[in-house]
């Protein structure tokens, strides 16, 4: 059994950074992708960002980019986003992935086949 717990989320104003964290435990696979992504009330979930399991190869959204920095920590099992420059629109629940199946770091929501429950990310103006 896999578990994703993300931590970090929070108020923040435009302008400002906040960074997130998702530690994974349990059979989470050999060189697995992890990834970010979010949703707003009435949206699909959509892709931020993603990382390979070296750290090497990442991918992020165009609205993210320059922005956003994804990272991991092997060791820990952890996998990071730190986001500077917040914009009101960034405001979503976040929500941490983990693809056991690819090796690249996929853009696709049905790629990935474990979740974390989410946290929440308010930019206020």
């Known amino acids: 059994q896999v578990q994703l717990v993300e931590s970090g989320g929070g108020l923040v104003q435009a302008g400002g950074s906040l960074r997130l964290s998702c530690a994974a435990s349990?059979?989470?696979?050999?060189?697995?992708?992890m990834g970010w992504f979010r949703q707003v009330p009435g949206k699909e979930r959509e892709f931020v960002a993603a990382i390979t399991y070296s750290g090497g190869g990442t991918n992020y959204a165009d609205p993210v980019k320059g922005r956003f920095t994804i990272s991991r920590d092997n060791a820990k099992n952890t996998v990071y986003l730190q986001m500077n420059s917040l914009k009101p629109d960034d405001t979503a629940v976040y929500y941490c992935?983990?693809?056991?199946?690819?090796?690249?770091?996929?853009?696709?929501?049905?790629?990935?086949?474990?979740w974390g429950q989410g946290t929440q990310v308010t930019v206020s103006s």
């Open positions: 992935a983990l693809d056991t199946i690819r090796s690249v770091p996929s853009t696709a929501r049905l790629a990935y086949n474990y």
């Open positions: 349990g059979r989470t696979g050999f060189r697995s992708v």
